[in-house]
Nanobody, 120 residues
Framework: QVQLVESGGGLVQAGGSLRLSCAASGGTFSSWTMGWFRQAPGKEREFVAAIGWSSSSTRYADSVKGRFTIARDNVKTTVYLQMNSLKPEDTAVYYC?????????????WGQGAQVTVSS
């Protein structure tokens, strides 16, 4: 079955950077559209970024545009989220996902999540 395993979360000061990784298995990764979502305490899970199978198409939430970059390596079956200029409001559990398309951002599979904490 499909497995998504996130890593790279942690504690960072405001203005710092982190890179999340999501290792995927159990299917044809190179054909999947992949995405990142996050959920802050007391809030609903929200979309962060997505990338098409060929890396030529990406989509970002307005709140992270210009600060976060999504990328993928189809050989390593891994998707990344480079997060720069982090703010305390970026604190959340970040989830990797296989999504159906870049328009609807409907999720087919979720990872278990990685905690990111940004201190002020």
């Amino acid at each position: 079955q499909v497995q998504l395993v996130e890593s790279g979360g942690g504690l960072v000061q405001a203005g710092g950077s982190l890179r999340l990784s999501c290792a995927a298995s159990g299917g044809t990764f190179s054909s999947w559209t992949m995405g990142w979502f996050r959920q802050a305490p007391g809030k609903e899970r929200e979309f962060v970024a997505a990338i098409g199978w060929s890396s030529s198409s990406t989509r970002y939430a307005d709140s992270v545009k210009g600060r976060f970059t999504i990328a993928r390596d189809n050989v390593k079956t891994t998707v990344y989220l480079q997060m720069n200029s982090l703010k305390p409001e970026d604190t959340a559990v970040y989830y990797c996902a296989v999504i159906r398309d870049l328009v609807t951002i409907g999720v087919s599979y979720w990872g278990q999540g990685a905690q990111v904490t940004v201190s002020s």
